[in-house]
């Protein structure tokens, strides 16, 4: 069953790759929600975008933007599994994508930016920050309040903490991380390693200079941890444990599963 019948069903279908990466407008948006509430094809397709928005915006590399690949620029690559998976939803992003600017998907892979573009990030301070900025109810934080599955770790030397909750998905795995204690400016990778060595990239994002989850940081802003997700092709059981590593190879905490 696809949902609502008439003349804009086809279109509104396949607006839903767009919408799980919050590139469309508030009108867009509004219309396709609308559309939601009676398409049962389109509530299961949008369930198994969650978590995925990163790696697709990884993976739209667009010739001639001006822009560096992004996917080179992550600290571990989406494994020939994950890839495969995505190849058919990136292929028809980028379709959509033609209509309004690159940059803006560019910017949901590698930076926090404010609003809910790309759904991978959240500060819970309603302050502006780069990627899914800030946001009271935002799909990261909202994501983590409910799952029950969540692992720890803190690195004694750089005094970063982090929890990562999980939920299998047919797809994998959805994971939220919460970080705490970071400073910026840095641009840093969340990392799935399975427990067969395999390494995959879950979500990127930048710090900026105030940082996140600093206990005695001067603004409220400072002081809320940061919350983003993402995807991996692994299953929970399948993940040894993750790493929270900066873009040049620094490694500021690790959680075991």
């Not at 600290?75 to 994950?82: D, Q």
């Not at 400073?183 to 067969?196: D, H, M, R």
Request: glycine share 10%; with cysteine; proline share 5%.
């Amino acid at each position: 069953m696809q949902g609502s019948s008439g003349g804009s069903g086809a279109s509104e279908h396949e607006t839903v790759g767009a919408y799980a990466l919050g590139i469309l407008d508030d009108t867009e948006a509004t219309a396709f929600e609308a559309h939601l509430a009676t398409c049962e094809w389109c509530a299961q397709q949008l369930d198994e975008l969650a978590g995925m928005e990163p790696m697709l915006a990884a993976l739209a590399d667009l010739p001639g933007s001006g822009t560096p690949a992004i996917g080179e620029s992550l600290s571990a690559k989406p494994s020939p599994r994950l890839v495969t998976k995505l190849v058919d939803e990136v292929a028809e992003r980028r379709a959509l994508t033609r209509r309004r600017s690159f940059y803006m998907v560019a910017a949901a892979a590698a930076l926090i930016i404010g609003g809910p573009v790309a759904a991978i990030a959240t500060t819970g301070d309603g302050g502006g920050t780069s990627n899914e900025a800030a946001h009271e109810t935002s799909p990261a934080k909202a994501a983590f309040d409910v799952m029950t599955q969540r692992v720890s770790g803190r690195n004694a030397s750089t005094k970063v903490s982090a929890t990562v909750a999980m939920e299998p998905k047919a797809w994998g795995t959805h994971a939220v991380l919460e970080l705490k204690n970071v400073t910026g400016p840095e641009k840093c990778s969340l990392i799935a390693v399975g427990k067969n060595g395999e390494r995959e990239t879950i979500t990127s994002w930048s710090v900026p200079n105030w940082g996140y989850g600093i206990p005695n940081a001067k603004t409220e802003q400072a002081r809320q941890p940061l919350y983003v997700h993402g995807g991996a092709a692994f299953t929970p059981d399948e993940i040894d444990h993750f790493e929270v590593m900066t873009f040049d190879g620094k490694r500021l905490v690790d959680v075991d599963v």
